[in-house]
């Protein structure tokens, strides 16, 4: 399988692995209909006014098998400064594959870095990834 890279700056591959961001606002998810597996995901949808969806999708570059056995976590925090927010990614199973997501607040107009850490059960070192995600013109 063949990864298209995107010039957005939403794939990154690293050790092998190919990781996709995707960041998207929560109120996406608030048009379900009742009882949609959606609304009751990560604890239900928050309500504030700059919360986002957060999802990863994990690929092995040499197979293109989609990572479903990973503990993901993500690290957020302002453009260049020290330390930041570690979020537990959850496992969504979606359609037969599976994603890893929760959602973030994103409360300033900022540039934020989104460092996402991949631990596999089966290989020993974690493979970590870095995003800038663009939330001033939000």
Same mark, same amino acid.
Request: glycine share 20%.
């Given at each position: 399988m +063949?990864? +298209?890279a995107s010039d957005d700056g939403q794939y990154k591959e690293a050790d092998g692995l190919a990781v996709y #961001? =995707? /960041?998207l606002p929560a109120e996406m998810v608030k048009?379900?209909?009742?009882?949609?597996?959606? #609304? %009751?995901?990560?604890?239900? /949808?928050? =309500?504030? @006014?700059?919360?986002?969806? #957060? #999802?990863v999708a994990v690929f092995e570059v040499a &197979? =293109?098998? @989609?990572v479903v056995d +990973?503990? %993901?976590?993500a690290t957020i925090s302002g453009l260049g400064h %020290?330390?930041? &927010? @570690?979020?537990?990614?959850e496992p969504m199973k979606i359609e037969d594959t %599976?994603?890893?997501?929760?959602f973030v607040d994103f409360p300033g107009s900022d540039i934020y870095e989104v460092n996402i850490l991949v631990k596999r059960p &089966?290989? &020993? @070192?974690a493979v970590s990834v870095q995003f800038n995600y663009d939330h001033r013109s939000q």
């Open positions: +063949a990864f +298209a #961001l =995707g /960041i048009g379900h209909t009742p009882g949609h597996q959606e #609304l %009751v995901m990560h604890g239900g /949808i928050p =309500g504030g @006014r700059h919360e986002h969806h #957060l #999802l &197979s =293109g098998e @989609r +990973a503990d %993901v976590t %020290v330390g930041g &927010s @570690r979020l537990q990614l %599976v994603t890893y997501g929760n &089966s290989i &020993s @070192r």
